[in-house]
């Protein structure tokens, strides 16, 4: 079983930037970021490919979050530029155990996160 733990998160205002990290216990292959707001449901945000080859990106974050990775490191990063107040959520990210589409739906991942806390202030 893998073990995955997010750091980074913490509190920036409006336009700013942060970089969440999330750090695995052994080898994962697909791996993403996914969010989720007090009385929301969980939204995708990014996932990448285990080469880091292939991306994809929620609507509501293109252009202003990259995802990446470091397979030395087992670690994959969320840089998240030009905050807005509505990015506030808990982040979390999730891996897969095999090889997958990087547009696979957040169910089938197989190994999650506890999250961090992303606040952004107006």
């Known amino acids: 079983q893998v073990q995955l733990v997010e750091s980074g998160g913490g509190l920036v205002q409006a336009g700013g930037s942060m970089k969440l990290s999330c750090a695995a216990s052994?080898?994962?292959?697909?791996m993403a970021w996914l969010r989720q707001a007090p009385g929301k449901e969980r939204e995708f945000v990014a996932a990448?490919?285990?080469?880091?080859?292939?991306?994809y990106y929620g609507d509501s974050v293109k252009g202003r979050f990259t995802i990446s990775r470091d397979n030395v490191k087992n670690t994959a990063y969320l840089q998240m530029n030009s905050l807005k107040p509505e990015d506030t959520a808990v982040y979390s990210c999730?891996?897969?155990?095999?090889?997958?589409?990087?547009?696979?739906?957040?169910?089938?991942?197989?190994?999650w996160g506890q999250g961090t806390q992303v606040t952004v202030s107006s």
């Open positions: 990448i490919s285990y080469r880091g080859n292939y991306t």
């Open positions: 999730a891996a897969t155990q095999t090889i997958r589409d990087v547009r696979l739906a957040p169910r089938f991942y197989d190994f």
């Open positions: 052994g080898r994962t292959f697909n």
